[in-house]
Each structure stands twice: as structure tokens, then as C-alpha cells.
């Protein structure tokens, strides 16, 4: 019972004091209060305090049931965290527009920052929603020193923290360095005894020479290999594509095309743009007034069929393309904002090179999951509404 006591002491506090952050409160005015009262008397105590009104009273009030009932041991927790990430899966916050986090999730972070600090990193990788919305508070909000920051790149790939990252790395560069010295005091010895070779055996030598030179060029063989890899995975990076959510004010069809469409985008900017689809077989012109889209604004305009087209409204398809329906994005996204992809950054090019066939390398990999969530190698495309979907799940998206 004092385990759990010091645990629940610890916890109302830390819930006080990050939700006094969040509300601009002095969190003294309920000093005498953390050590009486359970979670949802404090939580409510403080917003009432704030005279911040709840436009989502009950929805507030169940993530501040689930704060105060969230189990303390690894098994029960482990389902908890299962069923929290499948209902991030389509949104960046528990509760809002997904433009700033709300009181609820603020609440829900601090009850579970202790336990998500700790977790292995086997248990964090079944959990992408969840980590993609702790990233998401930890950016949002300023705690200040109240939480450790949750490395989530660095608790993937170096498990013992960032203190042994850096030891780790200083003793590799420090064995590379002692290897390096190794192997060039090997090859100085080596030359000086091929050369007494060479003089005794004139013919061995001549072998020796060319084995040498054989064996450098399979090496700086495999060296352009590893570089060409990794520009072609440049290449195929989804940040090239400047992604953005659209809405179109009119669409009809093309004058001399029965398959393609012609819409009228507001992406933001002073002057809508003017995009040709193939969309006449699956959409009616009438239907896609006043519907968001999510498009590639930074292809080459230029002319389909005598109609100028200045984007790429990307759409999911079935496998036999017998349905086919543009990408939805939520409704808390803003018109002209950009997606974003967990993870992954980068500069857009300003124009894509058609000749380097750049969007033909990286459009394989968008799809969407079982969920139709719509994916850059199962990443969610995300906006500050949540990911943008689709009605169809396990699309090509093109």
C-alpha cells in the first residue's frame, strides 16, 4: 500500500503541475489538495479554476475516468496502451481539432510518462500511434524540467540512453582510429617485404601487383554501389513531394477529354490553382464542390490535352482500379497546410525533375493500411487535424 501511495502522490502532481502549465495556473492554489483528493476531484478543481469551459464535458470526463483508473501493472497495461493506440490511430490528440492539445491530454500524458519512459523497445514499436502523439504534446506543450523528454528515435536505436549513445560512439570512433593505425602499420610492413620479394622473384611480384589492384577495384567498386544506394534512397524520399490540403471550389469536365476533370483548388494562396484529374469515370463534377483533397503542388505544370494543370490530386485506388475516390483530409486540417510524415524531414524541390522520374520512384510506396489510413511506407500523411484517409483500405495511392 505505501508503494502504491507514493506512486499516486507522485502521479497528482505531476498531473497538477503540468495542467497548471497548460491552463497558465499557479499550481499553489491547490498545494493542500494533491495529498487529499483523487484525480478527477484535482482536475476538476483546476479547470474549474480556470474558467475554461468544457465544450466536451463528457468526452473530458472520460479521459480523466481512464487517467485515474490506468492499472499500475505491466500486463493490464500492456492492453491499455494496445486499445489508447488503436484510438490515436486516426487522430493527433485525444480530444480538439488537432491543433492544440486539450486538458485530456495533457492529464493522459502525465499518467502515462512514467510508464512509456521505461518501456522496452520491443513493447514502444507496437505502439506507433502512441509515440507519433506523445512527439506531438512533448512539441506542443512546455513542461519545462517536468518530464524527461522521450527520445524516440534514440530509444529505438540505442536502448541504453543517450548518456551510453555518446560513450558508445566515442569508444567506436576510438577503435576505428586504433584499427586504422593497426592496418596501416600492417600495409607499410607488407610493402616493405613485397618489395624485397619483388627483387628475389620478379614474376610473383608481377601477380602480387595485379591481385592488389584487382581486389582495390572491387572495393571502389562496392564504394560507388553503397553511394549510388543512398542517393537513390534520396531520391525516393517522400519529402521531395510538396503535399498540401486543398479544397475545391469547382470542378467540371474537360472539353476535349471524357476521362479527365478539371477542378478549381484553394490551396492557400492569392490565386487558386487549376488542376486536370482522370477522375470523369468515378466522380461527378458536382459531387467534388466544396471537397478537401490533399495534393502534390510542386510538379511541373503543363498542359493535358490543351488544359493547364498546375497539380496532382492524389487518389486511392483498388487493386483492379474499378474504384477509385481522391484522398480525404480531416476536417480540423487548414486549407494550404502541408503534410508531414512522422519522422521523416526534408526540403520539398520547388519543381520536380520530370527527366529524374522522381514521383514514378516514390508513389509506390503510398498506400493505405487495413484502416484506410493513407500511408509513405506506413507512415500516417498527417495534418494537424489527424492523417488523411480514404474509404478504401489497402489502396494504391497515385
Known amino acids: 500500500m505505501a508503494a502504491n501511495g507514493s506512486f499516486n502522490l507522485d502521479r497528482n502532481q505531476k498531473i497538477v503541475l503540468s495542467l497548471c502549465k497548460h491552463l497558465s495556473l499557479d499550481p499553489k492554489i491547490l498545494s493542500d489538495d494533491v495529498k487529499e483528493n483523487d484525480i478527477k476531484s484535482l482536475c476538476l478543481n483546476l479547470l474549474k479554476s480556470s474558467g475554461a469551459p468544457l465544450n466536451d464535458n463528457d468526452e473530458v470526463m472520460k479521459w480523466i475516468t481512464f487517467a485515474e483508473s490506468f492499472p499500475l501493472d505491466s500486463k493490464s497495461c500492456s492492453g491499455v496502451l494496445s486499445g489508447l493506440n488503436d484510438d490515436l490511430a486516426q487522430k493527433s490528440v485525444l480530444l480538439g481539432n488537432g491543433l492544440k492539445p486539450s486538458e485530456a491530454d495533457v492529464i493522459v500524458f502525465a499518467v502515462l510518462h512514467p510508464l512509456l519512459i521505461g518501456l522496452p523497445n520491443a513493447e514502444k514499436e507496437k505502439l506507433p500511434h502512441v509515440l507519433r502523439w506523445v512527439d506531438y504534446i512533448q512539441n506542443k506543450e512546455d513542461f519545462g524540467e517536468l518530464f524527461q523528454k522521450i527520445l524516440l528515435e534514440k530509444a529505438k536505436f540505442e536502448p541504453q540512453g543517450a548518456?551510453?549513445?555518446?560513450?558508445?560512439?566515442?569508444?567506436?570512433?576510438?577503435?576505428?582510429?586504433?584499427q586504422s593505425t593497426k592496418s596501416a602499420d600492417k600495409s607499410q610492413s607488407t610493402k616493405s617485404a613485397d618489395?624485397?620479394?619483388?627483387?628475389?622473384?620478379?614474376?610473383?611480384?608481377?601477380?602480387?601487383?595485379?591481385?592488389?589492384?584487382?581486389?582495390?577495384?572491387?572495393?571502389?567498386?562496392?564504394?560507388?554501389?553503397?553511394?549510388?544506394?543512398v542517393e537513390k534512397d534520396k531520391d525516393i524520399s517522400v519529402s521531395l513531394l510538396n503535399i498540401q490540403v486543398g479544397l475545391i471550389h469547382k470542378a467540371w469536365?474537360?472539353?476535349?477529354?471524357?476521362?479527365?476533370?478539371?477542378?478549381?483548388?484553394?490551396?492557400?494562396?492569392?490565386?487558386?490553382?487549376?488542376?486536370?484529374?482522370?477522375?470523369?469515370?468515378?466522380?461527378?463534377?458536382?459531387?467534388?464542390?466544396?471537397?478537401?483533397?490533399?495534393?502534390?503542388?510542386?510538379?511541373?505544370?503543363?498542359?493535358?490535352?490543351?488544359?493547364?494543370s498546375e497539380g496532382l490530386v492524389l487518389c486511392a485506388s483498388n487493386e483492379d482500379h474499378t474504384i477509385v475516390e481522391p484522398l480525404l483530409p480531416p476536417e480540423g486540417a487548414k486549407i494550404g497546410e502541408h503534410i508531414s510524415f512522422s519522422g521523416i524531414d526534408g526540403k520539398p524541390e520547388d519543381v520536380l525533375n520530370p527527366k529524374k522520374k522522381q514521383l514514378e520512384k516514390i508513389t509506390p510506396h503510398l498506400f493505405t493500411d487495413n484502416k484506410g489510413v493513407a500511408t509513405f511506407k506506413g507512415i500516417p500523411f498527417m495534418t494537424s487535424g489527424g492523417p488523411c484517409t480514404s474509404s478504401i483500405p489497402k489502396a494504391s495511392i497515385k
Do not use: W, Y
Open 163 to 178: 548518456t551510453n549513445t555518446v560513450r558508445v560512439e566515442v569508444d567506436s570512433d576510438a577503435k576505428k582510429t586504433s
Open 195 to 229: 618489395k624485397s620479394e619483388a627483387a628475389m622473384n620478379p614474376k610473383k611480384s608481377d601477380a602480387g601487383k595485379k591481385a592488389t589492384q584487382d581486389k582495390e577495384a572491387t572495393q571502389e567498386k562496392k564504394k560507388s554501389s553503397e553511394t549510388a544506394a
Open 253 to 308: 469536365k474537360h472539353p476535349s477529354a471524357d476521362s479527365l476533370l478539371v477542378e478549381e483548388i484553394d490551396v492557400g494562396d492569392a490565386k487558386p490553382r487549376q488542376v486536370v484529374s482522370g477522375l470523369a469515370k468515378f466522380c461527378n463534377p458536382d459531387d467534388l464542390k466544396n471537397r478537401r483533397v490533399v495534393l502534390i503542388t510542386n510538379v511541373k505544370p503543363g498542359k493535358l490535352r490543351d488544359v493547364m
